[in-house]
């Protein structure tokens, strides 16, 4: 009877145990975390025995040398944050039983830092294992090493600059806004290729003893003076090639364009997609503003966290590049596609277009060279962009939000995963052919084609216009022009007659009243 009830005793217990305190899941977590850093205490242990007895073996290398003490510090720094990791270990012990969201949380966030600080003192620790033995090998096989640094030293010495100095220099005419950052990253890459020179004779003395005595202090010099040679025999042609790719990324303007959304199972995992389509207009003669427009669509999986936060995005720009700037310039906030473009009303024009203004409103008007770049981020859905909606955009953008179409706060999206231009633009797209467009409050209330709410923002149908926001224009999508080639030149079906003083090409037509400068770049 006593052993029957010693062993229910026994069983109540660890039922509680299991009913209270962390989740099952981070508990196991937190013990396999336990189990690693009892193996990196070892490991740390014989990483700085190794180093203490390479030290002490070769006290004639390293004598007088900064690795003498630079070794031993960097080990002690290692140890330190093992043991600040332990320190959370017992931390974690202490909170096994606690419950509650605020203990997960605090828990989840310790063993992260438990985690990072075995992670960091084991590299640190098999880096200075790792240079311990390099200055044992130097030592050993001077020959070896004194003919990589020959071949190094040849190699940076070969790296000819006139190819990017040639594009800087075009670059630099082209984009004067980018001439001094030009200037000091070519000025930078060839005073690296002179450092290096400099190095490789600093250390002649060095080389020539190093097959009589090869020294502490002379070992250093040649390693010390290897691993910046190696360094740059790498690090020279590679940013010369890149600098001559960001002159090159100056002459396109782009938008990455998020054409659809999908969520599919592999198995028992999800796998995010996103369907994003880049446009991109290059500027073949910036003086002369011929430019060339291209797209590419591919699909491309994603992380669930990605996914989610362009989740609301469908059709949107997700990003954009302009013209004159390099690619990690490019602004990441969403935005209708191709407002961008559009100049200022205050600045009127630019090469793009310019904003037209009569009795029906004012709203943007496309040169015809670019309708085909319209096309590629519209559309045929494409309707005049009035000037109230641009300042909506305008404002938002300046402000580092995203502007969704919305008049005012209660009225429906008109662009993004649950705009009501979305709704109709991307009726084919797996996202809302999955339902995706279900989810929003706008969406249609109809079983047959896509409506758009009374209340969306701007819509042009054959109503007359009004005077403000949301003008209405005769303009029907079948009216618009089929752009097909892509060029600056020639290559789109003739642009229906905009209004009147804005016809193109036509001997003798009126002058129009809008800006006509269309070199101002944004």
């Known amino acids: 009877m006593m052993a029957r009830e010693r062993s ?26 336990n189990e690693k850093l009892k193996a990196a205490d070892l490991q740390l242990a014989r ?52 419950g509650g969201n605020d203990a997960v949380l605090r828990a989840e966030r310790i063993l992260s830092d438990e985690r990072r600080l075995r992670e960091t ?83 002649a003395a060095a080389r020539q003893s190093a097959a009589d005595q090869a020294s502490g202090p002379v070992v250093a010099t040649l390693v010390q003076a290897d691993d910046i040679l190696a360094r740059d025999s790498v690090a020279l042609p590679r940013d010369a090639t890149q600098l001559t790719a960001m ?25 995010y997609r996103e369907k994003v389509k880049t446009v991109t207009t290059h500027f073949v003669d910036v003086a002369d503003k011929k430019t060339e427009v291209s797209s590419d669509t591919q699909w491309v999986d994603v992380s669930p966290g990605a996914w989610r936060a362009v989740e609301n995005d469908l ?42 203004h009569d009795d029906r409103g004012s709203f943007w ?35 580092g939000r995203t502007w969704y179409g919305q ?41 047959g084609s896509p409506s758009v709410a009374p209340s969306a923002s701007p819509r042009f149908g054959n109503a007359e216009p009004d005077n403000g926001a949301g003008k209405r224009f005769g303009h029907s999508s079948e009216s618009e022009p089929q752009g097909k080639r892509f060029g600056s030149g020639g290559g789109a079906r003739p642009s229906p007659a905009p209004p009147a003083g804005r016809r193109f090409g036509s001997g003798g037509s009126p002058r129009p009243s809008a800006p006509r400068s269309f070199g101002h770049r944004r």
């Open 8 to 33: 229910l005793l026994i069983a109540g217990a660890l039922l509680l145990a299991g009913c209270g305190g962390l989740p099952r899941s981070l508990r196991q977590e937190i013990a396999s975390e």
């Open 121 to 203: 003192a084991l590299d640190d620790a098999r880096a200075v294992e790792t240079e311990a033995t390099h200055w044992l090998d130097f030592r050993s096989n001077l020959p070896h090493y004194l003919a990589k640094m020959q071949t190094e030293y040849d190699s940076i010495r070969a790296v000819d600059f006139t190819p990017v100095a040639h594009a800087v220099e075009k670059a630099e005419q082209d984009w004067p806004a980018k001439k001094t950052d030009l200037e000091n990253r070519l000025a930078a890459l060839k005073s690296e290729q002179t450092k290096a020179e400099e190095q490789w004779s600093s250390t």
């Open 407 to 447: 008049e005012t706060p209660a009225s429906p999206p008109k662009y993004g995963s649950h705009g009501t231009f979305t709704e109709q633009r991307y009726a084919g797209s797996r996202y809302v052919q999955s339902g995706g467009f279900k989810g929003s409050a706008y969406a249609s209330r109809n079983s």
């Open 315 to 356: 059709g949107m720009a997700i990003s954009h590049k302009d013209a004159g700037l390099y690619d990690s310039e490019a602004t990441n906030t969403a935005q209708p596609a191709g407002f961008a473009y559009i100049a200022p009303p205050s600045v009127g024009s630019n090469q793009y277009g310019y904003w037209t």
């Open 247 to 271: 002159c090159g990324q100056l002459y396109n303007a782009w938008d990455k364009v998020l054409d659809d959304l999908e969520v599919s199972n592999n198995g028992p995992d999800k796998v």
């Open 365 to 399: 008007t496309f040169l015809p060279q670019y309708l085909i770049m319209r096309e590629l981020l519209w559309g045929h859905s494409y309707r005049p962009i009035v000037i109230n909606e641009y300042n909506g955009y305008y404002n938002a953008q300046r402000s």
């Open 47 to 98: 990483s700085a025995k190794t180093v203490e007895d390479d030290l002490a073996h070769a006290s004639d290398l390293f004598a007088g040398t900064a690795a003498a003490t630079d070794f031993p510090a960097r080990m002690r720094s290692a140890q330190s944050k093992l043991d600040s990791a332990k320190s959370d270990e017992r931390e974690l012990e202490k909170m096994e039983r606690s």
